[in-house]
Protein backbone atom coordinates (compact mmCIF):
# COMPACT_ATOMS: atom_id res chain seq x y z
CA UNK A 1 0.00 0.00 0.00
CA UNK A 2 1.37 3.43 -0.70
CA UNK A 3 2.60 5.64 1.53
CA UNK A 4 0.24 8.10 1.62
CA UNK A 5 -2.50 6.67 3.65
CA UNK A 6 0.32 5.95 6.29
CA UNK A 7 -1.38 7.49 9.30
CA UNK A 8 -5.21 7.26 8.24
CA UNK A 9 -6.16 2.95 8.95
CA UNK A 10 -7.93 2.12 12.14
CA UNK A 11 -8.62 -1.41 13.39
CA UNK A 12 -11.81 -2.84 12.13
CA UNK A 13 -11.72 -4.75 15.27
CA UNK A 14 -11.06 -1.54 17.79
CA UNK A 15 -10.67 1.18 15.79
CA UNK A 16 -7.55 2.10 17.57
CA UNK A 17 -5.36 4.18 15.07
CA UNK A 18 -2.67 1.73 12.85
CA UNK A 19 0.65 2.53 10.98
CA UNK A 20 1.62 2.18 8.07
CA UNK A 21 1.00 -1.57 6.02
CA UNK A 22 4.51 -3.42 5.89
CA UNK A 23 5.73 -4.40 2.13
CA UNK A 24 4.28 -7.58 0.94
CA UNK A 25 3.93 -10.34 1.78
CA UNK A 26 3.78 -9.19 5.46
CA UNK A 27 0.19 -7.99 6.99
CA UNK A 28 -0.57 -5.97 9.65
CA UNK A 29 -0.87 -6.46 13.64
CA UNK A 30 -3.10 -3.90 15.65
CA UNK A 31 -0.88 -2.60 18.83
CA UNK A 32 -4.57 -2.13 20.28
CA UNK A 33 -5.90 -5.35 20.23
CA UNK A 34 -3.71 -7.52 18.68
CA UNK A 35 -5.55 -7.84 15.82
CA UNK A 36 -4.09 -9.62 12.69
CA UNK A 37 -4.93 -8.10 9.56
CA UNK A 38 -2.98 -10.30 6.03
CA UNK A 39 -2.67 -9.51 2.23
CA UNK A 40 -4.70 -11.56 0.01
CA UNK A 41 -2.58 -11.40 -2.92
CA UNK A 42 -1.14 -8.35 -2.00
CA UNK A 43 -4.80 -6.86 -0.94
CA UNK A 44 -4.81 -5.77 2.17
CA UNK A 45 -7.44 -7.72 4.05
CA UNK A 46 -9.15 -5.41 6.25
CA UNK A 47 -11.72 -7.49 8.03
CA UNK A 48 -12.32 -7.32 11.69
CA UNK A 49 -12.40 -11.20 11.90
CA UNK A 50 -9.93 -12.31 9.09
CA UNK A 51 -9.61 -15.42 9.04
CA UNK A 52 -13.30 -16.54 9.87
CA UNK A 53 -13.92 -14.63 6.63
CA UNK A 54 -11.23 -16.38 4.74
CA UNK A 55 -12.45 -19.78 5.79
CA UNK A 56 -16.52 -18.46 4.65
CA UNK A 57 -14.71 -18.38 0.97
CA UNK A 58 -13.12 -21.59 1.31
CA UNK A 59 -16.21 -23.01 2.00
CA UNK A 60 -18.26 -21.13 -1.06
CA UNK A 61 -15.08 -22.16 -3.17
CA UNK A 62 -16.33 -25.95 -2.32
CA UNK A 63 -19.81 -25.01 -2.86
CA UNK A 64 -18.92 -23.79 -6.39
CA UNK A 65 -17.26 -27.01 -7.50
CA UNK A 66 -20.19 -29.10 -6.01
CA UNK A 67 -22.33 -26.70 -7.61
CA UNK A 68 -20.37 -26.66 -11.11
CA UNK A 69 -19.85 -31.07 -11.12
CA UNK A 70 -23.44 -31.32 -10.95
CA UNK A 71 -24.52 -28.92 -13.20
CA UNK A 72 -21.98 -30.42 -16.03
CA UNK A 73 -23.29 -34.00 -14.98
CA UNK A 74 -26.83 -32.71 -15.70
CA UNK A 75 -26.00 -31.27 -18.74
CA UNK A 76 -24.13 -34.66 -20.36
CA UNK A 77 -27.42 -36.47 -19.27
CA UNK A 78 -30.18 -34.41 -21.15
CA UNK A 79 -28.65 -33.69 -24.15
CA UNK A 80 -28.27 -37.20 -25.39
CA UNK A 81 -32.09 -37.54 -24.93
CA UNK A 82 -33.55 -38.04 -28.07
CA UNK A 83 -35.82 -35.64 -28.25
CA UNK A 84 -33.60 -32.51 -27.67
CA UNK A 85 -33.23 -30.75 -31.17
CA UNK A 86 -29.69 -30.53 -32.64
CA UNK A 87 -29.78 -26.81 -31.48
CA UNK A 88 -30.43 -27.66 -27.91
CA UNK A 89 -27.66 -30.33 -27.87
CA UNK A 90 -24.82 -27.72 -28.76
CA UNK A 91 -25.80 -25.16 -26.42
CA UNK A 92 -25.84 -27.52 -23.77
CA UNK A 93 -22.68 -28.92 -24.98
CA UNK A 94 -21.13 -26.00 -25.16
CA UNK A 95 -22.03 -25.50 -21.42
CA UNK A 96 -21.20 -28.42 -20.76
CA UNK A 97 -17.43 -28.68 -22.22
CA UNK A 98 -16.54 -25.06 -20.82
CA UNK A 99 -17.62 -25.77 -17.23
CA UNK A 100 -14.00 -27.65 -15.97
CA UNK A 101 -12.70 -24.53 -17.91
CA UNK A 102 -14.89 -22.54 -16.04
CA UNK A 103 -13.92 -24.27 -12.69
CA UNK A 104 -10.25 -24.41 -13.08
CA UNK A 105 -10.30 -20.48 -14.27
CA UNK A 106 -11.94 -19.39 -10.89
CA UNK A 107 -10.09 -22.20 -8.69
CA UNK A 108 -6.69 -20.89 -9.94
CA UNK A 109 -7.42 -16.99 -8.94
CA UNK A 110 -8.07 -18.47 -5.36
CA UNK A 111 -5.53 -20.64 -5.36
CA UNK A 112 -2.52 -17.78 -6.41
CA UNK A 113 -3.91 -16.22 -2.76
CA UNK A 114 -3.78 -19.53 -0.74
CA UNK A 115 -7.19 -19.98 -0.58
CA UNK A 116 -8.58 -23.68 -1.84
CA UNK A 117 -11.95 -24.89 -1.09
CA UNK A 118 -12.04 -26.52 1.90
CA UNK A 119 -14.95 -28.33 4.33
CA UNK A 120 -18.54 -28.05 3.88
CA UNK A 121 -19.97 -25.66 1.48
CA UNK A 122 -22.02 -22.74 2.95
CA UNK A 123 -25.27 -22.18 1.71
CA UNK A 124 -23.90 -17.42 1.61
CA UNK A 125 -24.01 -15.78 -1.16
CA UNK A 126 -21.76 -16.96 -3.83
CA UNK A 127 -18.05 -15.73 -4.77
CA UNK A 128 -19.55 -15.14 -8.48
CA UNK A 129 -22.57 -13.23 -7.43
CA UNK A 130 -21.28 -10.18 -9.76
CA UNK A 131 -19.02 -12.27 -12.44
CA UNK A 132 -21.01 -10.68 -15.08
CA UNK A 133 -19.79 -6.95 -13.55
CA UNK A 134 -16.06 -8.15 -14.10
CA UNK A 135 -17.21 -9.13 -17.94
CA UNK A 136 -18.65 -5.95 -18.70
CA UNK A 137 -15.56 -3.46 -17.01
CA UNK A 138 -12.92 -5.55 -18.81
CA UNK A 139 -14.59 -8.01 -21.36
CA UNK A 140 -17.11 -6.74 -23.47
CA UNK A 141 -15.25 -3.35 -24.55
CA UNK A 142 -16.93 -1.56 -27.90
CA UNK A 143 -19.32 -4.48 -28.50
CA UNK A 144 -21.15 -3.55 -25.56
CA UNK A 145 -19.93 -0.32 -23.80
CA UNK A 146 -21.34 0.76 -20.66
CA UNK A 147 -18.15 1.82 -19.02
CA UNK A 148 -17.36 4.90 -20.75
CA UNK A 149 -20.90 6.12 -20.83
CA UNK A 150 -21.59 6.11 -17.29
CA UNK A 151 -18.06 7.03 -16.50
CA UNK A 152 -18.77 10.41 -18.96
CA UNK A 153 -21.34 11.10 -17.25
CA UNK A 154 -20.37 11.08 -13.82
CA UNK A 155 -17.40 13.13 -15.09
CA UNK A 156 -19.70 15.71 -16.63
CA UNK A 157 -21.05 16.77 -12.85
CA UNK A 158 -17.63 18.08 -11.64
CA UNK A 159 -16.45 21.84 -11.99
CA UNK A 160 -13.73 23.12 -13.57
CA UNK A 161 -10.23 22.13 -12.70
CA UNK A 162 -12.01 19.77 -10.34
CA UNK A 163 -8.43 17.31 -8.56
CA UNK A 164 -9.35 13.67 -6.92
CA UNK A 165 -6.77 14.27 -4.22
CA UNK A 166 -6.42 11.00 -1.96
CA UNK A 167 -9.79 9.30 -2.51
CA UNK A 168 -11.57 6.64 -1.57
CA UNK A 169 -14.68 4.72 -4.00
CA UNK A 170 -16.77 2.61 -1.34
CA UNK A 171 -18.55 -0.81 -2.98
CA UNK A 172 -15.92 -0.32 -6.29
CA UNK A 173 -16.52 -4.09 -7.16
CA UNK A 174 -13.70 -4.75 -9.87
CA UNK A 175 -12.59 -0.97 -9.24
CA UNK A 176 -12.77 -0.10 -13.25
CA UNK A 177 -14.18 3.36 -11.63
CA UNK A 178 -11.64 3.66 -9.94
CA UNK A 179 -8.92 2.78 -12.32
CA UNK A 180 -10.80 5.06 -14.96
CA UNK A 181 -10.16 8.12 -12.38
CA UNK A 182 -6.89 7.67 -11.42
CA UNK A 183 -5.98 7.41 -15.12
CA UNK A 184 -7.80 10.61 -15.54
CA UNK A 185 -6.73 12.59 -12.68
CA UNK A 186 -3.01 11.58 -11.97
CA UNK A 187 -1.15 12.51 -9.22
CA UNK A 188 0.79 11.17 -6.34
CA UNK A 189 -2.65 10.50 -4.39
CA UNK A 190 -3.88 7.09 -3.43
CA UNK A 191 -7.31 6.10 -4.85
CA UNK A 192 -8.08 3.39 -2.83
CA UNK A 193 -11.08 1.37 -4.46
CA UNK A 194 -12.54 -0.73 -1.61
CA UNK A 195 -14.96 -3.79 -2.08
CA UNK A 196 -15.91 -6.70 -0.27
CA UNK A 197 -16.20 -9.23 -2.99
CA UNK A 198 -12.90 -10.78 -3.16
CA UNK A 199 -12.95 -11.95 -6.84
CA UNK A 200 -13.41 -8.93 -8.31
CA UNK A 201 -10.65 -7.57 -6.91
CA UNK A 202 -8.33 -10.50 -7.55
CA UNK A 203 -8.83 -10.61 -11.56
CA UNK A 204 -7.84 -6.67 -11.30
CA UNK A 205 -4.88 -7.24 -9.59
CA UNK A 206 -3.48 -9.74 -12.26
CA UNK A 207 -4.44 -6.76 -14.82
CA UNK A 208 -2.37 -4.47 -12.56
CA UNK A 209 0.42 -6.99 -12.78
CA UNK A 210 0.40 -7.05 -16.31
CA UNK A 211 -1.51 -10.67 -16.65
CA UNK A 212 -4.41 -11.08 -18.47
CA UNK A 213 -7.19 -13.20 -17.23
CA UNK A 214 -9.24 -16.10 -19.20
CA UNK A 215 -12.73 -16.83 -17.66
CA UNK A 216 -15.84 -17.56 -19.10
CA UNK A 217 -18.93 -15.89 -19.43
CA UNK A 218 -22.35 -17.63 -19.27
CA UNK A 219 -25.68 -15.83 -19.84
CA UNK A 220 -28.62 -17.13 -18.28
CA UNK A 221 -30.27 -16.41 -20.87
CA UNK A 222 -28.04 -16.85 -24.40
CA UNK A 223 -29.40 -15.13 -27.75
CA UNK A 224 -27.67 -18.38 -29.66
CA UNK A 225 -26.98 -21.60 -28.74
CA UNK A 226 -23.24 -20.60 -29.61
CA UNK A 227 -23.46 -17.72 -26.82
CA UNK A 228 -24.01 -20.01 -23.68
CA UNK A 229 -20.83 -20.24 -23.16
CA UNK A 230 -17.94 -17.97 -24.27
CA UNK A 231 -14.46 -17.51 -23.06
CA UNK A 232 -13.01 -14.22 -22.89
CA UNK A 233 -9.91 -12.89 -22.71
CA UNK A 234 -10.10 -9.90 -20.05
CA UNK A 235 -6.94 -7.65 -20.03
CA UNK A 236 -5.99 -4.00 -18.46
CA UNK A 237 -8.14 -1.44 -19.81
CA UNK A 238 -5.18 1.08 -19.92
CA UNK A 239 -1.48 0.96 -18.22
CA UNK A 240 -1.46 0.53 -14.38
CA UNK A 241 -2.80 4.37 -13.27
CA UNK A 242 -0.30 5.97 -10.74
CA UNK A 243 -1.81 5.65 -7.20
CA UNK A 244 -4.74 2.78 -7.62
CA UNK A 245 -4.66 0.45 -4.76
CA UNK A 246 -7.18 -2.26 -3.65
CA UNK A 247 -8.45 -3.22 -0.33
CA UNK A 248 -10.42 -6.45 0.95
CA UNK A 249 -12.93 -4.32 3.66
CA UNK A 250 -15.93 -3.73 5.52
CA UNK A 251 -17.83 -0.26 2.86
CA UNK A 252 -20.72 -0.11 6.04
CA UNK A 253 -17.43 0.43 8.33
CA UNK A 254 -14.90 1.39 6.34
CA UNK A 255 -11.32 1.30 8.42
CA UNK A 256 -10.35 5.20 8.11
CA UNK A 257 -10.04 7.76 10.59
CA UNK A 258 -12.82 10.59 10.29
CA UNK A 259 -11.39 13.49 7.42
CA UNK A 260 -9.03 11.17 5.89
CA UNK A 261 -10.28 11.88 2.02
CA UNK A 262 -10.67 14.63 -0.76
CA UNK A 263 -12.86 12.54 -2.38
CA UNK A 264 -15.80 9.66 -2.10
CA UNK A 265 -17.11 8.28 -4.51
CA UNK A 266 -20.12 5.89 -3.88
CA UNK A 267 -20.94 3.84 -7.04
CA UNK A 268 -24.13 1.64 -7.66
CA UNK A 269 -23.66 1.19 -3.65
CA UNK A 270 -25.99 3.68 -1.12
CA UNK A 271 -29.35 1.61 -2.66
CA UNK A 272 -28.13 -2.05 -2.31
CA UNK A 273 -25.43 -1.81 0.52
CA UNK A 274 -26.73 0.05 3.52
CA UNK A 275 -30.27 -1.02 4.95
CA UNK A 276 -30.88 2.38 5.45
CA UNK A 277 -28.51 5.13 3.67
CA UNK A 278 -30.31 7.48 5.67
CA UNK A 279 -28.01 6.66 9.00
CA UNK A 280 -25.47 5.79 6.57
CA UNK A 281 -24.68 9.25 4.83
CA UNK A 282 -23.07 10.99 7.52
CA UNK A 283 -20.56 7.75 7.50
CA UNK A 284 -19.78 9.23 4.37
CA UNK A 285 -19.34 12.94 5.58
CA UNK A 286 -16.88 11.29 8.64
CA UNK A 287 -14.65 10.23 5.43
CA UNK A 288 -14.27 13.65 4.20
CA UNK A 289 -12.13 16.73 5.47
CA UNK A 290 -14.43 19.42 5.74
CA UNK A 291 -14.83 21.13 2.02
CA UNK A 292 -13.88 17.50 0.55
CA UNK A 293 -16.06 15.93 -2.88
CA UNK A 294 -18.23 13.46 -2.70
CA UNK A 295 -19.23 12.23 -6.06
CA UNK A 296 -21.88 9.68 -6.67
CA UNK A 297 -23.48 7.67 -9.45
CA UNK A 298 -26.43 4.77 -9.02
CA UNK A 299 -30.33 4.57 -9.45
CA UNK A 300 -32.42 4.24 -6.58
CA UNK A 301 -33.31 0.17 -6.90
CA UNK A 302 -33.84 -1.24 -3.61
CA UNK A 303 -34.01 -5.27 -2.52
CA UNK A 304 -37.48 -5.74 -1.07
CA UNK A 305 -35.74 -8.65 1.36
CA UNK A 306 -33.08 -5.95 2.25
CA UNK A 307 -34.28 -2.50 1.96
CA UNK A 308 -37.84 -1.55 4.10
CA UNK A 309 -40.39 0.47 1.99
CA UNK A 310 -39.34 3.67 4.57
CA UNK A 311 -36.51 3.13 3.76
CA UNK A 312 -36.37 2.98 -0.13
CA UNK A 313 -35.84 6.83 -0.91
CA UNK A 314 -36.07 8.36 -4.26
CA UNK A 315 -34.00 11.22 -5.80
CA UNK A 316 -35.83 14.12 -4.07
CA UNK A 317 -35.64 12.31 -0.48
CA UNK A 318 -31.73 11.45 -1.21
CA UNK A 319 -31.07 15.23 -1.86
CA UNK A 320 -33.28 15.80 1.28
CA UNK A 321 -31.09 13.57 3.19
CA UNK A 322 -27.82 14.40 1.72
CA UNK A 323 -28.00 18.37 2.69
CA UNK A 324 -29.49 17.14 5.96
CA UNK A 325 -26.09 15.29 6.28
CA UNK A 326 -24.07 18.03 6.01
CA UNK A 327 -23.57 17.87 2.13
CA UNK A 328 -24.29 20.80 -0.80
CA UNK A 329 -24.83 19.27 -4.00
CA UNK A 330 -23.38 20.95 -6.72
CA UNK A 331 -24.79 19.36 -9.84
CA UNK A 332 -26.33 16.43 -11.05
CA UNK A 333 -27.90 14.42 -13.52
CA UNK A 334 -30.91 11.48 -13.49
CA UNK A 335 -30.85 10.06 -16.98
CA UNK A 336 -31.54 6.27 -17.94
CA UNK A 337 -28.53 4.06 -18.80
CA UNK A 338 -28.07 0.77 -20.08
CA UNK A 339 -26.99 -2.17 -16.98
CA UNK A 340 -26.02 -5.15 -17.61
CA UNK A 341 -26.96 -5.58 -21.19
CA UNK A 342 -24.33 -8.56 -21.86
CA UNK A 343 -23.78 -8.84 -26.21
CA UNK A 344 -24.23 -12.55 -25.44
CA UNK A 345 -27.31 -12.34 -23.40
CA UNK A 346 -31.48 -11.90 -24.26
CA UNK A 347 -31.59 -10.14 -20.45
CA UNK A 348 -30.85 -6.98 -19.85
CA UNK A 349 -32.51 -3.23 -18.96
CA UNK A 350 -32.26 0.42 -18.24
CA UNK A 351 -32.19 2.22 -14.97
CA UNK A 352 -32.73 5.54 -14.15
CA UNK A 353 -28.83 7.05 -12.55
CA UNK A 354 -28.17 9.73 -10.65
CA UNK A 355 -24.91 10.82 -11.17
CA UNK A 356 -24.22 13.85 -8.60
CA UNK A 357 -21.22 15.58 -7.39
CA UNK A 358 -21.42 17.07 -3.41
CA UNK A 359 -19.28 19.48 -1.34
CA UNK A 360 -18.88 18.45 2.64
CA UNK A 361 -20.25 21.58 4.77
CA UNK A 362 -21.87 21.38 8.03
CA UNK A 363 -24.86 18.92 8.67
CA UNK A 364 -27.92 21.11 9.07
CA UNK A 365 -29.21 21.50 12.75
CA UNK A 366 -31.20 23.67 14.57
CA UNK A 367 -29.86 26.41 16.96
CA UNK A 368 -30.81 24.15 20.22
CA UNK A 369 -29.08 20.78 18.79
CA UNK A 370 -26.43 19.41 21.43
CA UNK A 371 -22.50 19.15 20.39
CA UNK A 372 -22.41 15.31 21.15
CA UNK A 373 -25.06 14.76 18.35
CA UNK A 374 -22.42 15.26 15.86
CA UNK A 375 -21.56 12.36 14.09
CA UNK A 376 -17.62 12.87 15.21
CA UNK A 377 -18.29 13.76 18.80
CA UNK A 378 -16.34 11.25 20.61
CA UNK A 379 -17.05 12.18 24.23
CA UNK A 380 -19.51 10.69 27.12
CA UNK A 381 -23.07 11.13 25.98
CA UNK A 382 -25.31 12.96 28.82
CA UNK A 383 -28.33 11.13 29.83
CA UNK A 384 -31.71 12.63 27.87
CA UNK A 385 -35.14 13.64 30.26
CA UNK A 386 -37.16 11.44 28.51
CA UNK A 387 -40.42 11.41 30.82
CA UNK A 388 -41.93 7.67 30.09
CA UNK A 389 -39.17 5.45 29.07
CA UNK A 390 -42.01 2.63 28.44
CA UNK A 391 -43.51 4.78 25.53
CA UNK A 392 -40.51 4.72 23.14
CA UNK A 393 -41.33 2.89 19.94
CA UNK A 394 -38.84 0.40 20.24
CA UNK A 395 -36.58 -1.74 22.39
CA UNK A 396 -33.29 -0.62 21.37
CA UNK A 397 -34.26 2.77 22.12
CA UNK A 398 -35.07 1.85 25.96
CA UNK A 399 -31.76 -0.21 26.08
CA UNK A 400 -29.65 2.92 24.80
CA UNK A 401 -31.29 5.19 27.45
CA UNK A 402 -30.39 2.87 30.46
CA UNK A 403 -27.05 2.22 28.98
CA UNK A 404 -26.34 6.47 29.40
CA UNK A 405 -24.72 7.28 32.26
CA UNK A 406 -22.78 10.21 31.36
CA UNK A 407 -19.41 8.89 31.09
CA UNK A 408 -20.36 5.91 28.31
CA UNK A 409 -19.36 7.39 24.54
CA UNK A 410 -21.42 6.13 20.82
CA UNK A 411 -18.86 3.34 20.93
CA UNK A 412 -19.34 2.53 24.20
CA UNK A 413 -22.69 1.93 23.81
CA UNK A 414 -22.19 0.45 20.36
CA UNK A 415 -19.85 -2.09 22.01
CA UNK A 416 -22.30 -3.20 25.00
CA UNK A 417 -24.73 -3.75 22.86
CA UNK A 418 -23.20 -5.99 20.37
CA UNK A 419 -21.67 -7.83 23.33
CA UNK A 420 -25.29 -8.27 24.05
CA UNK A 421 -26.18 -9.47 20.50
CA UNK A 422 -29.13 -6.45 20.55
CA UNK A 423 -27.80 -5.12 17.45
CA UNK A 424 -26.34 -7.39 14.16
CA UNK A 425 -22.35 -6.71 13.48
CA UNK A 426 -22.94 -5.62 10.49
CA UNK A 427 -20.64 -2.60 10.43
CA UNK A 428 -22.92 -0.20 11.06
CA UNK A 429 -23.68 -0.39 14.53
CA UNK A 430 -22.29 2.82 15.76
CA UNK A 431 -24.37 4.96 12.94
CA UNK A 432 -27.46 3.05 14.35
CA UNK A 433 -26.64 3.72 17.63
CA UNK A 434 -26.09 7.50 16.47
CA UNK A 435 -29.56 7.65 14.94
CA UNK A 436 -31.28 6.14 18.12
CA UNK A 437 -29.61 8.98 20.07
CA UNK A 438 -31.06 11.40 18.05
CA UNK A 439 -34.20 10.06 18.64
CA UNK A 440 -33.92 10.43 22.45
CA UNK A 441 -32.48 13.87 22.40
CA UNK A 442 -35.96 14.61 20.13
CA UNK A 443 -38.54 12.44 22.54
CA UNK A 444 -36.69 14.24 25.68
CA UNK A 445 -38.58 17.02 24.49
Not at 93 to 98: D, I, K, M, N, P
Not at 152 to 167: E, I
Not at 205 to 220: C, I, N
Not at 268 to 294: C, Y
Amino acid sequence: MVGGLSGLWVCPACRAALGALPPEPEGLRCPGCDASYPRLGGIPLLLADAASIQDQWRRQLASFVVETEAAERYLWAELVLPERVPSTRRRLRRVAEAMPEHRRSVLELFAEVGLEPTGPGTADASLLDYVTLIHRDYGWGAEADEVTPALDQLLGTLPPRFQLGTTLVLGAGSGRLAWDLAARFPSTQPVVALDLNPLPLLVTQRLLRGRPVELYELPGHPRSADQAAVRRLLDAPAPRPPGLELLIADGLSPPFCSASFDTVVTPWFLDQVPADLALFLPEVARLLRPGGAWLHTGPFVYGPAHTRPAHRYGQDEFFELAQQSGFEITTSTYDAAPYLCSPLSTQGRKETVLSMHAIKGQPAVTDSEPAWLAVDYDGPIPRPHVSDARALPLPILTSILELIDGTRRATDITRVLLARGELADDGNAEVVVRGCLRVLWKAAG
